[in-house]
């Protein structure tokens, strides 16, 4: 079975700062996904980014950018140029066969 | 594109009495999703659904929660009866169904509250 493990319940930050978030999975498939998602007060889980298990090369999306190590089994998420409207949940989540593991989240706090 | 869209949006029941959720996926997704999310914790898959068919109900208690996907379309989940641990909310995704990974789309979701 897939486990995901996000080791930080909440990072907090300073506006216009750089934050990583760290997630951890366990799979022995080899041919996944792996999501990070947002989750703002409104509940409405939103896809931030993803990464195939295949490609090498990190995924980028415009201030999101993520760290893949997959020997390591490791998938940070690095918030540039952080702003308020980033404060929320971030779920790290492993994806295959038409299923979603989510990690516990972490609760993301933008100081302004 | 119209999104995933869920009914109530909030709920508050009593221990016994029963409830349902409703959903309705965006058009042309065959699969259907169900998660319960209790506060503090990530989501948690109760049921998938793949058109009008059952392709993964393991998580879900059998003993007091129902769901269907008529017509594989709409979906209605159902807790019957509701025990304080059933708080949570309850969320909504669905997905197409093509290649090796199916970015799933999710709802608002339904928060429900036992007293």
């Known amino acids: 079975a897939q486990t995901v493990t996000q080791s930080q319940p909440e990072m907090s930050v300073q506006e216009a700062e750089t934050v990583t978030l760290s997630c951890t999975y366990d799979?022995?498939?080899?041919?996944?996904?792996l999501f990070w998602y947002k989750q703002p007060p409104s509940r409405q889980m939103i896809l931030v980014i993803r990464?195939?298990?295949?490609?090498?090369q990190n995924a980028t999306e415009n201030r999101f950018s993520v760290n893949f190590q997959k020997a390591a089994k490791s998938f940070s998420l690095k918030i540039s140029d952080s702003q308020l409207g980033d404060a929320a949940m971030y779920f790290c989540?492993?994806?295959?066969?038409?299923?979603?593991?989510f990690g516990q989240g972490t609760r993301l706090t933008i100081n302004p | 594109e119209a999104g995933v869209a869920q009914s109530p949006r909030y709920k508050i029941i009593e221990k016994r009495q029963s409830v349902a959720f409703w959903c309705n996926p965006i058009?042309?997704?065959?699969?259907l999703y169900w998660y319960q999310q209790i506060l503090g914790q990530g989501p948690k898959l109760l049921i998938q659904?793949?058109?009008?068919?059952?392709?993964?109900d393991s998580q879900l208690p059998k003993d007091r929660f129902s769901a269907e996907r008529l017509k594989g379309v709409d979906s209605t989940l159902k807790i019957q009866p509701a025990k304080l641990e059933d708080s949570a909310v309850y969320l909504c995704?669905?997905?197409?169904?093509?290649?090796?990974?199916?970015?799933?789309?999710f709802g608002p979701g339904t928060r429900l509250t036992v007293t």
């Open positions: 659904f793949q058109n009008n068919g059952v392709v993964d």
């Open positions: 799979t022995s498939e080899s041919d996944y996904y």
């Open positions: 989540a492993w994806g295959g066969a038409q299923k979603l593991v």
């Open positions: 058009s042309g997704h065959a699969t």
């Open positions: 995704a669905s997905s197409w169904f093509r290649g090796p990974l199916y970015e799933q789309y």
């Open positions: 990464q195939e298990a295949y490609k090498q």
